[in-house]
């Protein structure tokens, strides 16, 4: 989720073919930093880092979890600054690894405790994206007007999570719910401006802004999956 968005003309204002191709790079980009994400998972849970980082952050998930909100807001704002393409795909990069590792202790357990979960929350967050993305291409509706609602969301979700953490209170099922909820409208909000606002040479961090509300998404579709009795 980003503003911000409108330095040059936006690629709906270009011709079908050259607006197609944008798309195209956009989505192709979030599929390669799904695939990357993947891979740096496979690589730190055959070399033993995802077990030895496991125990620490179990112990603070709500900072683990404003830290990933946080990532997410941090590195698609950078991106957005950046007017190298090298410097772009460095950020989504780091981006990327970040959220590896920030993953990797709550893989970890589900893989441990609960297998099959993870490739059962996947399946649910790829189609409930598929859905979502193709609401927003069918319809075509700007849905920019929801970026003062994530933000609010968004800070309300930051004040509950401290508070959790200053009062030791559980934030429970529905805050998982409800989170899945801020996703699902980023995604919308993301996939919106791509097609109505993005500039035909950002498609790099267009591509980081949907790619952050997908793994957000994941994130707590995989925790309500393991709250499951």
Known sequence: ????VNYLAPASSLSVEDRSQFIWKC???VVAGILAFAAVEAYLFQ???AARIAAPMINNW???IGGLMLAGWGATHVAHRLESKQAQYAAFAVYIVVQALVFSPLLF?????QPGVIDSAAGVTVLGCVGLIAVA???RKDFSFLRGMLVWIGLLAMVGIVAS???GFQLGTWFSVAMIGFAG???LYDTSNIMHHYSQERYVAASMALFASIMLMFWYVLQLFMSRD
């Not at 989720?1 to 911000?4: E, L, P």
């Not at 357990?109 to 405790?113: D, G, K, N, P």
């Open 62 to 64: 709500l900072l683990v």
């Open 137 to 139: 291409m069918i319809t």
């Open 27 to 29: 989505y192709a980009h």
């Open 47 to 49: 070399s033993g880092i």
């Open 165 to 167: 953490l200053l009062f």
């Open 1 to 4: 989720m980003n503003d911000n």
């Open 185 to 187: 409208a980023a995604i």
């Open 109 to 113: 357990i589900a893989e441990a405790t």
